[in-house]
């Protein structure tokens, strides 16, 4: 990797502003937050454990929710400390603002190997305004920055991008690398052969990766809600299915383009679907070739096609799956989804998830740490897949 990582830095009696990716999900229960998925947290513990072990004074800079710019209870990383404290073993300081005063003299507190944890830094606009003002304030506080936030690494935001400039050095931290090394270099030159799987709601969001992956996959399966504008395309009814009846002519483009280039590119040929969106709704499977019934909407892909999907990914040699093949959070609806994800977890490929409700899919099935690698960020993932440099990346210090 090109750029500098934490790895390379003397830290030893530094403060060092590291920035994580502490945007988890929570809930409320008798007026307490309750984090449910503590898997950003424990992710940024390798960088964190490193340097303490090497005598650094660890700030930790985050973002949670969208405060729009303002404080607010709601959105405070109050929570994440207790939590964080109780996986490191350690107390965590917490200051109740990012910058000012009350940042400073929890900093100025901190000894060799301690950690602190600054409230919220969206609660300032200068954050997601990427201010040069707000910036310094930030750059402030420590001797060198680490940037462990691969989930915000495609965000041109004050802690993540401005703050290098007012720092000596600005390296990667252990996430991050692991990131770019499975989505860039892993992905570079591929074992084959190389099937990519991409799923989700609609093609317009994923235009950009499918043709960027066409340079590079032998298959790539397609999946979700987007294959119903596949279907327009190729002239077949969708029924009251999600579709993007504006999309049709890219659609065909992308079919085009994968005969140009020899990538085999499969859309469903039969559909499981409903009348009800709900749980416990009536459902059926469609005739292969038929398109969707008058009055009924496709939600999952059908028998026939999950037998060919999972034909292909037993051959693979490293997968890549994107978005899920259908509306896997209602049960009647995941059965697509479920079965090319335990494919997966048996093929003995290589497999890298690319972020979003694919993990979620995973988590919900007991099947996560059954692939080679997740990835943390669902829209940084998705942009390096299309190819595109990452702001918080861009801003680190060269090696």
């Not at 390296?171 to 190389?194: C, H, Q, S, T």
């Not at 190729?234 to 990538?263: C, H, I, R, T, Y």
């Not at 490293?318 to 994800?341: C, D, M």
Request: proline fraction near 5%; hydrophobic fraction near 45%; charged fraction near 25%.
């Amino acid at each position: 990797m090109a750029k500098l990582s934490v790895r390379d830095l003397d830290v030893q009696g530094k403060r060092v502003l590291l920035r994580v990716d502490f945007n988890v999900p929570t809930e409320e229960a008798d007026g307490q937050t309750r984090i449910t998925d503590d898997t950003r947290i424990v992710e940024s513990l390798p960088t964190i454990n490193h340097l303490r072990s090497h005598g650094a004074k660890v700030i930790l800079l985050a973002h949670f929710g969208r405060p729009k710019g303002k404080p607010s209870e709601k959105y405070s990383l109050r929570p994440v400390a207790d939590r964080l404290a109780a996986l490191i073993d350690h107390p965590v300081a917490f200051a109740t603002d990012c910058v000012g005063p009350a940042a400073q003299s929890v900093v100025d507190a901190l000894a060799p190997g301690d950690v602190a944890l600054l409230e919220n830094v969206r609660f300032h606009p200068g954050e997601e305004a990427n201010d040069p003002a707000f910036a310094r304030e930030l750059a402030a506080l420590g001797d060198l920055y680490v940037n462990d936030a691969f989930g915000a690494a495609h965000r041109a935001h004050a802690s993540t991008e401005g703050v290098t400039r007012d720092l000596p050095q600005a390296a990667a931290g252990f996430l991050m690398e692991k990131e770019l090394r499975y989505l860039i270099d892993e992905l570079a030159d591929p074992a084959r052969p190389f099937v990519v799987i991409i799923g989700g709601s609609k093609v317009s969001s994923k235009i950009t990766v499918i043709k960027s992956l066409m340079e590079k996959a032998d298959t790539i399966l397609i999946g979700g809600a987007m294959a119903y504008t596949f279907f327009l395309a190729q002239g077949l009814p969708v029924g009251k299915s999600l579709v993007e009846p504006d999309k049709v002519e890219l659609a065909k483009e992308l079919l085009a383009l994968a005969k140009e280039k020899g990538v085999k590119f499969l859309i469903p040929t039969d559909t499981i679907e409903t009348q009800e969106f709900r749980a416990g709704a009536q459902t059926r499977n469609t005739t292969p070739g038929s398109g969707i019934s008058e009055g009924w909407e496709g939600i999952d892909i059908g028998a026939q096609t999950t037998a060919a999907f999972i034909a292909e990914i037993e051959t693979a040699k490293t997968i890549l799956w994107n978005g899920p093949v259908g509306v896997f959070e209602i049960p009647e609806f995941s059965h697509g989804t479920r079965a090319l994800a335990e494919a997966i977890a048996r093929s003995g490929a290589k497999s890298i998830v690319g972020g979003g409700d694919s993990v979620t899919a995973l988590k919900q099935f007991g099947l996560a740490d059954r692939m080679t690698f997740i990835s943390t960020g669902g829209g940084a993932s998705l942009e390096l897949l299309e190819g595109r440099e990452l702001p918080g990346v861009a801003a680190l210090s060269n090696a």
